[in-house]
């Protein structure tokens, strides 16, 4: 998912700033978006499913009321299926007031959580764990002297993955999990503009400076006074990154905790020529998330690099389209083939990940029957072999092809005439040693994880 929210010190038309940032983040999420806006306390709303250019008409946007404060979301489901309900932010009414909250990550420990609460009388309308974290914050807030005060104490329940921005009537905070695995930064605009989001870029679309990013465990919370930092609390943990942000999931053009995404894949590109160098014609890049890993393959082999395939710049990411047969789909209607630069070619092929190996087989039969003569798959990630808990779809071990074969056995299925992976160890020299997960390829987790994985077991 990606997250944005503004604080502003004056009036303005504040939906459009979100409309803004949430365009520069809809890679990060295209099943459902979200915009709640807050003039003078005064919360107005609109979410629904579909992408935010859909979603978000020109009319809709205009019956959007002017505010000081605003929150967004774009959502990809990893707890919840995809329905209205699960739109995000979510929006509460509690004994105090109000709230919106918008969330990226997955807590690893919410089933647990949400069965405490509705033992204890709780009821919940979505199925989203994102409820989970609105209901424990609201009722510490009946407590305690302040809302950044109750997100404190809820962060020491809180396991696992969560950026979170949140707006009261008169605060917006963000919130970084301990471990920090997901991303979240925040910035200003020349007029004093106030903006936080999940990536730099969406700070730069809509005009603002990176100040910097959100530290692992931190809150912000910003008002009428300015910004406040409250770091003392839910114990000191080492950073844990998710790696695959750097390699998939975050925008190339991103800077996530001072390494920017684009040096990262390059970087993964090269040391991928250094594992599994090949005689080569070509080098070709898999659009998006491979082209840059493809760069830093040709720049260390010294084998050119050519545009060999290209993309509809119409249609999502594939893998957010649930059920297999409409990925099948989706992947000819994604891709074509430059024949020229690839027919009778030994071509090097990048791509950033394979989960099931459809789309990867899918490609190698497109440049196949383009007159493809050998090609060498080269993969900037480590193979997948364990899911993931924290946010990012990576299923269960009978879902990932690299549990069940072994890397020739994948080569073969997917029709490449060898594969090489990113080697785990090399993930440091790719991404620093500033903390990172690397969980659904090694096995260590950060927290412990729950026994009850299922995307819809609450439903
Ligand atoms: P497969 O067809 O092997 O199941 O899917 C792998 C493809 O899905 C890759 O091309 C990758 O770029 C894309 N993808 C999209 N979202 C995700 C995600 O959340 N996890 C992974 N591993 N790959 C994803
Ligand atoms: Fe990222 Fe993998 Fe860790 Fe999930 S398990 S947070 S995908 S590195
Ligand atoms: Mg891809």
Do not use: W
């Given at each position: 998912c990606g997250v944005f929210g503004v604080f502003s010190p004056y009036t303005l038309d504040i939906s459009s700033v979100v409309y803004y940032g949430l365009y520069a983040l809809q890679?990060?999420g295209?099943?459902s978006c979200g915009i709640v806006v807050n003039d003078d306390g005064v919360f107005t709303s609109h979410k629904d499913l579909g992408l935010v250019g859909e979603v978000f008409s020109r009319n809709i946007l205009a019956s959007l009321p002017s505010g000081q404060m605003a929150v967004g979301h774009v959502r990809?489901?990893?707890?919840?299926?995809?329905?209205r309900n699960?739109c995000q932010p979510i929006e509460v009414n509690?004994?105090?007031g109000k709230m919106a909250i918008a969330?990226?990550?997955?807590?690893?420990?919410?089933?647990?959580?949400?069965?405490?609460?509705?033992?204890?009388?709780?009821?919940?309308?979505?199925?989203?764990?994102?409820?989970?974290?609105?209901?424990?914050?609201?009722?510490?807030?009946?407590?305690?002297?302040?809302?950044?005060?109750?997100?404190?104490?809820?962060?020491?329940?809180?396991?696992?993955?969560?950026?979170?921005v949140l707006m009261s009537p008169q605060k917006l905070?963000?919130?970084?999990?301990?471990?920090?695995?997901?991303?979240?930064?925040?910035?200003?605009t020349?007029d004093?503009m106030y903006v936080a989001a999940?990536?730099?870029?969406a700070?730069?679309a809509v005009g603002a400076?990176?100040?910097?990013?959100?530290?692992?465990?931190?809150?912000?919370?910003f008002?009428?006074?300015?910004?406040?930092?409250?770091?003392?609390?839910?114990?000191?943990?080492?950073?844990?990154?998710?790696?695959?942000?750097?390699?998939?999931?975050?925008?190339?053009?991103?800077?996530?905790?001072?390494?920017?995404?684009?040096?990262?894949?390059?970087?993964?590109?090269?040391?991928?020529?250094?594992?599994?160098?090949?005689?080569?014609?070509?080098?070709?890049?898999?659009?998006?998330?491979?082209?840059?890993?493809?760069?830093?393959?040709?720049?260390?082999?010294?084998?050119?690099?050519?545009?060999?395939?290209?993309?509809?710049?119409?249609?999502?990411?594939?893998?957010?389209?649930?059920?297999?047969?409409?990925?099948?789909?989706?992947?000819?209607?994604?891709?074509?083939?430059?024949?020229?630069?690839?027919?009778?070619?030994?071509?090097?092929?990048?791509?950033?990940?394979?989960?099931?190996?459809?789309?990867?087989?899918?490609?190698?039969?497109?440049?196949?029957?383009?007159?493809?003569?050998?090609?060498?798959?080269?993969?900037?990630?480590?193979?997948?072999?364990?899911?993931?808990?924290?946010?990012?779809?990576?299923?269960?071990?009978?879902?990932?092809?690299?549990?069940?074969?072994?890397?020739?056995?994948?080569?073969?299925?997917?029709?490449?005439?060898?594969?090489?992976?990113?080697?785990?160890?090399?993930?440091?020299?790719?991404?620093?040693?500033?903390?990172?997960?690397?969980?659904?390829?090694?096995?260590?987790?950060?927290?412990?994880?729950?026994?009850?994985?299922?995307?819809?077991?609450?439903?």
């Amino acid at each position: 998912c990606g997250v944005f929210g503004v604080f502003s010190p004056y009036t303005l038309d504040i939906s459009s700033v979100v409309y803004y940032g949430l365009y520069a983040l809809q890679h990060r999420g295209q099943e459902s978006c979200g915009i709640v806006v807050n003039d003078d306390g005064v919360f107005t709303s609109h979410k629904d499913l579909g992408l935010v250019g859909e979603v978000f008409s020109r009319n809709i946007l205009a019956s959007l009321p002017s505010g000081q404060m605003a929150v967004g979301h774009v959502r990809y489901g990893t707890t919840g299926g995809t329905n209205r309900n699960n739109c995000q932010p979510i929006e509460v009414n509690h004994q105090k007031g109000k709230m919106a909250i918008a969330h990226n990550g997955n807590l690893s420990n919410a089933v647990k959580l949400r069965n405490e609460l509705e033992m204890s009388g709780a009821i919940f309308h979505t199925t989203s764990d994102t409820e989970t974290i609105a209901y424990i914050v609201t009722k510490e807030r009946l407590t305690c002297g302040s809302i950044e005060e109750a997100v404190s104490r809820a962060m020491d329940v809180l396991d696992g993955a969560y950026s979170i921005v949140l707006m009261s009537p008169q605060k917006l905070i963000c919130a970084r999990d301990p471990y920090g695995f997901r991303p979240l930064c925040y910035g200003k605009t020349a007029d004093g503009m106030y903006v936080a989001a999940s990536e730099s870029t969406a700070l730069k679309a809509v005009g603002a400076e990176v100040i910097r990013d959100v530290l692992p465990g931190e809150i912000l919370v910003f008002d009428r006074n300015g910004v406040v930092s409250r770091t003392e609390h839910c114990g000191k943990k080492s950073k844990k990154l998710c790696s695959f942000e750097y390699i998939y999931f975050a925008r190339p053009d991103s800077v996530i905790d001072g390494i920017p995404v684009h040096a990262a894949r390059f970087r993964a590109g090269e040391i991928l020529a250094k594992h599994h160098p090949i005689e080569a014609d070509v080098v070709i890049g898999v659009p998006d998330s491979g082209l840059d890993a493809a760069l830093g393959y040709s720049k260390a082999s010294g084998i050119p690099y050519a545009i060999g395939l290209i993309k509809n710049k119409y249609i999502g990411r594939t893998f957010i389209s649930p059920g297999q047969s409409s990925r099948l789909d989706q992947v000819k209607i994604k891709l074509s083939a430059i024949e020229e630069n690839v027919r009778g070619k030994r071509v090097v092929l990048v791509d950033d990940s394979i989960v099931r190996g459809t789309t990867s087989g899918r490609i190698v039969k497109l440049l196949r029957d383009a007159g493809a003569e050998e090609i060498y798959l080269r993969i900037s990630s480590p193979p997948f072999l364990h899911p993931c808990y924290y946010g990012t779809d990576i299923d269960s071990e009978e879902h990932l092809i690299a549990c069940r074969h072994s890397v020739s056995e994948i080569a073969d299925i997917i029709g490449a005439n060898a594969l090489g992976y990113l080697p785990t160890e090399e993930l440091k020299a790719m991404i620093g040693n500033g903390g990172y997960c690397s969980a659904c390829f090694d096995g260590c987790y950060p927290t412990p994880i729950p026994s009850d994985t299922r995307k819809d077991r609450f439903e």
